[in-house]
Each structure stands twice: as structure tokens, then as C-alpha cells.
């Protein structure tokens, strides 16, 4: 009750006429932000900090978590249209929402991603009132060897994204972990597989790669089809909400993305693209027809979607109650609380309530915000569909290239986009699945310093991940997955491969 009240208050100060006005701005926004590839999230927020200098504390933060949320939805936008993922959280998207835009469904996809962000931030942020402190607690027993345990359960559900071919999906899960190893190793310090290439040295950008694979490796692919046009709705949106059959589905799967999103937004170091690579493996596993996802199954775009907002709200729970960043945002966010002097953690709900409490019930607003800015939009954005291909591959090339610029304003992330995407179209032609690739570029980093970490802190004892229960747990769980994936997957592979034998 004393949580309830103080939200009370919150909704008090947060509805009020500017902080409603910043909190549209910081949506609208991030929105933009998200649309634009190579930007995302936390260079988003980044960029946009000075722009709330003469704000005070309360409206300048309302307008920066807005900001951070509503490019979470927007790096959907393009996912679905264009096949080119905002941000890494939408990379997941694309294997099922741009097939739904070219069956002439992308008012769907983009009404439930909108509808499965909304109820995943607003269920996040509720769990935030309700359970935060209890739960950070929890999180804080996470030191490396669980992060480690955590991310091999993530790594085991590669095989989640095998397609046709387990094989395959192995060898690309190697491909994005050898490219993941690229840089400057984090224990020594000591350059690795640089080959006295300088820029190597801060490792290969995700964006470039995930450009080239997924964007210009599509425009290559298209190129070979006569631009005759690759969308059989023409742009043309009926409805954006998903069929009456399709709501069951979609609600159990919004279900199980928020409360996976909410539970990885809890633990500091994890990411809101481990969220929803995650969610989407779990909803093909549990499918009762898994070989349709990457077809343009709605499922594969509401888990997801639902996933990552609901983990951008929750990760705002360790950084409140412990001052404990989660995610490169998160930490931004954490500096831009500093910088108005509030100090993030246990004595910020006692000294600066009135200001925690307004920025939690900004989190609600925000995202029916988000909700009355999309929905009706969705039809507009569709829109870009009825763009000729010829002019619409130009405008994706362009974004690409002016994406991976920008990163690092460097030449260099725009040679890698490139290798990419020649890489990207081999793969594709030769049927190699794309996202195991990109799962362990992205857990690659984050599982090697967790190991490392591990090892310096038990002297090289491989035994501290055994005798840990949360670490245990997780490592049964990783288990439990690799030999259920590999019942199910070794009979259609050894069938596969007997009937190339015969032929």
C-alpha cells in the first residue's frame, strides 16, 4: 500500500503539462532514433543528453527513459519493412516480421510488436513497483560464474535456430564466435587476431555485421529478382491487428516474452538482445509447429518485441534501488542521473522520492504514449512498401552505409558491412541460417569475461561452476537443452542425409 501511494503522488508530478510534453518528445524520439540503423538505444541517448542540460532532473530523465524505450519499439519499424534491424534488440524481428511485410501482412506485425511492447513495459514497470527491491537483491548474487552459466544457456539455444540444418547452424554459431574474438583480449590486455590491423583492435562492430548480413545481404538477393516488387499487399494495410485465430497464440507468447524480459532486465550484464533471441527460441521450441518459424509466423515477432520492452523497463530496477548499471543505456541514463546530482541506490527512493517515484509513473505513461503513437501510424509506415524497389534500395543502401559510418565515424566499419554483405549473400544462397551467427557475436564477449573472471577468481578451478547453485542450476538447464535439441534435430538430420546418400 505504501508502494501504492507512492505511485499515487508519482502520477501526480509526472501528468503534469511538461512533463508530459518531454515525455512525448523522448518517445517521438526515440521512435526516430530506432528507425535509423547504427544508432539504437544507447548512442541515441547519448547524443540527445546535452539537449536536457537546462532541464531539471525530473523532466530531463522522464525524457531520457522515454527516448530509451521508444527506440526499443522503433528499431521494429524497419525490421519488419526493410528487412534492416534499427538496433540490435530487432535483429530477431526480422526473421519472421519481413516475411509477414512481403506476405502482405506488415500491418500486423507492426500492431502486435506495438501491442506486446505495451503490455511488456507496463507489466515490467509494475513488477518494478511491486517487487524491486526483493528481486535486485536476488540479481546481486550473480557474480561471473553465473553470468557464465546464464550465457551457455543462452549459447545451447543456437541449436533453437538450426533451420534446415543442424550442421549449418553450428558452424555459423562458430563463424560469430570467432569474430567475436577479435580485438583486444579482456584479461591481458594483448592484441588477438588483429593481424597489425589498428581499427581491429576495439573488435568487429555488431553493426556493420548485422547490416551486411541482414540489409545489403537482402538488397543482393532482391537485385536478382527484376525489381518486379518483393511485397504481394503492395503497401496496402486492411488491419493491424492480427487474425482472430492468431490472438490465442499471441497472447500466450506475450505472456512468456514479459516475463523472460523482466527476469533478464534483473540481472546486471545482460542485454535486451540476449531477451529476445531468448524469447523467440523459446517460442520455437514450445511450438506446435516450429519448422513455420522464419516463414512469417506472428509469434516469432510478438515474443520478441515483448521481450525487449519489458526488459527495458525492468532494468531500470537495479540501477534505482543498487545503483547498479545493467546495459550500455542503462549506464548512460546512470551518468545523466549523476550529472543532476542524484545518486542512484538504496537512499535515492529515501532522499529524492518524489523524483524516483514520478520517473517509475513516467514509465506507464510512456508507453500508452507509445501505444496511441504507433497503432494509428502503422498504416503510414506501411506506406514505404508502396516505394518502387529500385528507389527503396537506394534509400536502404544509403541508411546502411550512413549507419555503420556513424558508429565509429570510421571508413573501416563500412569495408567490414561490406565483406559482410558478400558473405551474407553466400550464406543465404547456399541456405546457411544467419541469426546463430549474431546470437554468439553478441553472448561471445560477455561469456568469454565472464569465464575468465571465473577462473582468476577460483585460481583456474573449473569446480566454482559446480559447486555454485545458481550457477548449477543454469548449467543443468544448458544440459537439459543440448540433449532435448539433439534428440529432436540427429533423426531429421541422419533422415536428411540419407536421402542424399540415395540420390
Known sequence: MESLQHLMMGFSVALSLQNLLFATIGCILGTLIGVLPGLGPAAGTAILIPITFKLNPTPAIIMLAAIYYGAMYGGTITSVLIN????????????????????GRAGPALGIAAIGSFIGGTVATFGLVLVALPLARFALKFGPPEYFALLCVGLSLVMGLAGKSLIRALLMGILGLLLSMVGVDPVEGAPRFTFGITPLLDGIGFVPVVMGFFGIGEILLNAEKAFTGIMTGGGKVTSFFPRRDEWPICITSILRGTGLGFFLGL????NSAVASFMSYIIEKRVSKHPEKFGTGVIEGVAAPETANNAYAN????PLFTLGLPGSPTIAILMGALIMNGLMPGPLLFKMHATFVWAVIASLYIGNVILLILNLPLVGWWAKLLKIPYQTLLVFILLFCIVGAYSLNNSIFDIGVMIVCRVLGYIFKKLDFPLAPAILTLILGPMMERSLRQSLS???????????????LLFLIITAVILLT???QVLPAVVRQESKEAQV
Open 457 to 471: 577468481i577460483s585460481q583456474g578451478d573449473y569446480s566454482i561452476f559446480f559447486t555454485r547453485p545458481i550457477s
Open 84 to 103: 534492416v534491424p534499427g538496433e540490435a534488440a530487432s535483429v530477431v524481428t526480422c526473421l519472421d516480421g519481413y516475411e509477414m511485410a512481403k506476405q
Open 314 to 317: 525492468a532494468a531500470l530496477i
Open 485 to 487: 535439441s539433439a534428440w
Open 267 to 270: 540481472i546486471p550484464g545482460t
